[in-house]
Every structure is written in structure tokens, then in C-alpha cells.
């Protein structure tokens, strides 16, 4: 393999020191610097162009992404993209960003980036617990972790909240937005079913009281066939009896108390389990 191809594997940055226990003479190095090939960051730094800003950042500070910094490099959700980075640095760190020192597992060797069980610790103690129960949620999704094993990390009194977080995982959802419906609407103490498969209608993302219906839409839901097949499933479910509301990540992200006055409007009166 050589230097390029290493690179691109590592993340497209990476400290010399790594290199050259790689095997990579520091000849070779310095000549493919001198050729442009890479760019020297600082002393004892290298990347070629176009390195993502975040994994400089972290290899820069002796460090690898962790906590809500690493999703994108983990391909899990995240709700959010952080102001500042979330890294574990075993010896030392750089100023503002915020440090985790506890690991259980390697990391993403030679990629600069956590392993997937300390990610998702560092969330469950760091994170507001919507944050870490989208990260949660789409690892458990797609098979990574199970809740037991990361409830068995959590120990103690000091970790009471995020093994609290953890009961808010179900594995049900099938995007960030629908975990933040789900405990929007949990929070409200309303009744609701997830993923629900009903005759003649089909699965729904949500089922509220018994009878309220509310969909949520990614941007497929823009396409025309997709709003005929909606406009098809809202009709077949106001046959049925059911109500239908529908939002999309604008209204769940950014206005959800508007959502929840809406339902409330709908579900007043009518409270049917």
C-alpha cells in the first residue's frame, strides 16, 4: 500500500509518528510534501487535500473524534452538528474542545475516530438525552450494540442519568426526527403506539390515542409519486375513521410546540385507547 492509499484509509490525515510505524520511510514522507502531495499541518502533522476540518482537528490535538463529533464517521444519526469538538485525548487536548477520557473499546484504527461503544458512552454522559437516544437508537437499528451491553458501562449513581436515558431507546424509529416525535409525544403523556401496521392503510409512524394518525416526512415525501401514495393512505385512513396530521423535520426540529398544540386540538375531547 502506499502513502496515498494509507492516507485515504487513516481518514486522509494522520501524524508522522503514525507513518513511520506504518513502515513509511520519512524520506518518502518529505519528498511527497515537497511535491504537494500532502500538506504538512504543523510539525509532525500531515493530510492530503481536502481531509475533513474535523478529523484535522482532532489529529491535531493527539486525539480521535468521539461523542456526537464522530456520527458522521460512524454512520449513525445525529440530530445536531456540535459547536465544538467532542474528542478522546489521552494525553493532553487542545483548547475548546471538549475532552472524554474514559475508553473501553479501540478506536477506528487508522481513522482518526472512537469506536462505536465509546461514542455512544461518551453521548450517554454528555449529551442532552434527545441527542443521545438518536445516536442510541440508530446503532441498535442497525445491529451495532444492544442496550444491555452499554447498560452494563454505565454503573453507579454517576451514571444514573444515562442509563435513565436508555429507557427511552426502542428501536422503533425510522429516522432522527421519529425518535424526537416519539418522546415529544411520550412527554406530553399521550398514548403512543409506533410503527403501527393498519388494515388497509398500512405501517404509520405514529398512532396517537387509538385513532389519531401522524405521519412524519423525509424529502422523498417531495416526490410525486410519493404525495400520491400519501394522498392515497390519508384517504384510506379517513375512511377507516382515523385523523391524519403530517409534519416534517422543520415543524419536529424547529416548531414541535406548535405540533403539540396541534394534537392536543385534535386528541381534546376525543381520548380513545
Known amino acids: 500500500m502506499d502513502l496515498t492509499t494509507y492516507l485515504k484509509c487513516a ?14 520511510a520519512e524520506r518518502s514522507i518529505r519528498s511527497s510534501i515537497a511535491a504537494g502531495e500532502l500538506l504538512r499541518l504543523r510539525h509532525g502533522v500531515v493530510a492530503l487535500q481536502g481531509a475533513a476540518p474535523d478529523l484535522m482537528g482532532a489529529v491535531m ?7 456526537v463529533s464522530a456520527t458522521a464517521h460512524l ?5 445536531h452538528e456540535p459547536s465544538q469538538l467532542h474528542l478522546f485525548c489521552r494525553h493532553g487536548s487542545a483548547r475548546g474542545v471538549v475532552n472524554h477520557r474514559n475508553t473501553v473499546v479501540p478506536p477506528e484504527f487508522p481513522r482518526p475516530v472512537a469506536g462505536l461503544t465509546d461514542a455512544l458512552l461518551h453521548a450517554l454522559r454528555c449529551r ?8 442510541v437508537e440508530s446503532a441498535l437499528l442497525q445491529g451495532r450494540t444492544t442496550l444491555d451491553y452499554l447498560r452494563g458501562h454505565l454503573p453507579g449513581n454517576r451514571n444514573g442519568a444515562a442509563r435513565a436515558a436508555l429507557e427511552l431507546v426502542d428501536g422503533s424509529a425510522g429516522s432522527a426526527i421519529e425518535v424526537v416525535a416519539r418522546l415529544l409525544f411520550r412527554s406530553e403523556g399521550i398514548f403512543t403506539q409506533t410503527q403501527v401496521d393498519l388494515p388497509g392503510i398500512g405501517i404509520v409512524d405514529f398512532l396517537l390515542e387509538g385513532f389519531l394518525i401522524v405521519e412524519i416526512d ?4 417531495l416526490e410525486a409519486r410519493q404525495v400520491t ?6 384517504n384510506a385512513s379517513t375512511l377507516a375513521g382515523y385523523t391524519v396530521l403530517r409534519y416534517g423535520y422543520q415543524d419536529v426540529v424547529f416548531n414541535p410546540q406548535k405540533i403539540v398544540a396541534e394534537v392536543w386540538q385534535v386528541l381534546r375531547g376525543r381520548v380513545v385507547r
Open 229 to 234: 401514495k400519501d394522498r392515497g393512505r390519508n
Open 128 to 135: 442532552p438525552p434527545l441527542e443521545s437516544v438518536i445516536m
Open 61 to 67: 490535538a493527539n486525539g480521535v473524534l468521539s461523542c
Open 11 to 24: 481518514g486522509s490525515v494522520a501524524r508522522t509518528g503514525t507513518l513511520l510505524q506504518a513502515g513509511f
Open 75 to 79: 454512520g449513525i444519526w445525529r440530530l
Open 218 to 221: 423525509g424529502s422523498s415525501h
